[in-house]
């Protein structure tokens, strides 16, 4: 049986009262007792103490405590949080118990005695409680007010849909295939897999790791090897290729860098076919990630 909340059982205990009070023998008031013992869980001897005329069930008004850190010190506070390049509270509260006087002396804060005496006092816990709003406000502005790595040379960088012209020999898609397995955790093989649109001439390099350096380094191998002039190249969003080493390479060299939607594997559609049939049926989904495996899927590709 489910047991009611204290509201609950006062209420009830009201409505009985009254007929507690009214009943004329001990047997009808035992019954009356048994009833909301059984009701309700409580103790026989609590009941009866409770039900007695001069005891009220009305809930008394919980007691206001003085408020020990008010808005003068919660703005003295966040002051001293940001003079400090926004430490957590373990950090910062020896920080005030040694440069609340300092500061003061400097003027960058100007408290009463008591404000001070009480940042001093306040705990780490506290601390993150009072600057929970003003934490909340600075990671919102640090993740939307400025642009994200990569963000702006994705703006210099266009993109390009699946509209090839066929007739033209030298435009390459360009993609990142993990062998990672079921984890993405340590240092593992990934192959860098390009093909060209008009042939469908396909070259692979694998790589340990996926760094910007390894990534172009392992291009600039694929284009040694290919038979034709590379007029452009068009990857997907990822950093390994949208950084400044391959833009600057492609401005020196004049090739055409393009790039597709993110999330848009279609836009990629011709490297993702020859992703499966060249990468994926031979090499599966399993992990590799040793020296000698990197030698021997080199040397299949």
């Known amino acids: 049986?489910?047991?009611?909340?204290?509201?609950?059982?006062?209420?009830?205990?009201?409505?009985?009262k009254g007929r507690y009070l009214r009943a004329k023998s001990k047997k009808e008031k035992s019954q009356i007792?048994?009833?909301?013992?059984?009701?309700?869980?409580?103790?026989?001897?609590?009941?009866i103490r409770k039900i007695q005329p001069k005891v009220s069930l009305n809930p008394?008004?919980?007691?206001?405590?003085?408020?020990?850190?008010?808005?003068?010190?919660?703005?003295?506070?966040a002051k001293i949080w940001e003079i400090f390049d926004f430490p957590c509270g373990q950090r910062l509260k020896p920080l005030l118990e040694v440069e609340v006087d300092r500061l003061r002396?400097?003027?960058?804060?100007?408290?009463?005695?008591?404000?001070?005496?009480?940042?001093?006092?306040?705990?780490?816990?506290?601390?993150?409680?009072?600057?929970?709003?003003?934490?909340?406000?600075?990671?919102?502005?640090?993740?939307?007010?400025?642009?994200?790595?990569?963000?702006?040379?994705?703006?210099?960088?266009?993109?390009?849909?699946?509209?090839?012209?066929?007739?033209?020999v030298g435009y390459v898609e360009a993609d990142m295939v993990v062998h990672c397995g079921s984890s993405t955790f340590g240092e593992y093989i990934n192959s860098l897999s390009t093909t060209e649109i008009s042939?469908?001439?396909?070259?692979?390099?694998?790589?340990?790791?996926?760094?910007?350096?390894?990534?172009?380094?392992?291009?600039?191998?694929?284009?040694?090897?290919?038979?034709f002039?590379?007029?452009g190249q068009d990857p997907d969003n990822g950093q390994e290729f949208i950084n400044q080493i391959l833009y600057k390479y492609c401005q020196r060299e004049r090739?055409?860098?393009?790039?597709?939607?993110?999330?848009?594997?279609?836009?990629?559609?011709?490297?993702?076919?020859?992703?499966?049939?060249?990468?994926?049926?031979?090499?599966g989904y399993l992990r590799y990630d040793t020296p000698e495996q990197l030698m021997i899927i080199n040397d299949i590709y």
């Open 255 to 283: 090739l055409e860098f393009t790039r597709s939607r993110p999330n848009r594997k279609n836009d990629n559609a011709y490297i993702e076919q020859k992703n499966w049939t060249h990468v994926r049926k031979v090499l």
């Open 60 to 77: 008394k008004p919980r007691k206001r405590r003085e408020e020990i850190y008010n808005g003068q010190l919660k703005a003295a506070l």
């Open 105 to 168: 002396e400097l003027g960058e804060v100007n408290l009463p005695d008591d404000v001070c005496l009480r940042l001093k006092r306040i705990s780490s816990a506290t601390i993150d409680r009072k600057l929970k709003h003003q934490r909340e406000v600075l990671h919102l502005l640090r993740s939307k007010g400025g642009p994200k790595p990569g963000s702006v040379l994705k703006q210099k960088v266009p993109i390009r849909l699946t509209e090839w012209d066929t007739s033209q």
């Open 199 to 227: 042939s469908g001439w396909w070259e692979g390099e694998a790589i340990m790791g996926r760094s910007q350096e390894d990534s172009f380094w392992a291009l600039k191998e694929i284009r040694k090897r290919t038979p």
């Open 33 to 47: 007792l048994d009833e909301y013992c059984l009701n309700t869980g409580q103790a026989r001897k609590y009941v």
């Open 229 to 231: 002039r590379w007029k």
């Open 1 to 16: 049986m489910e047991r009611m909340d204290m509201h609950s059982r006062n209420e009830y205990l009201k409505v009985l």
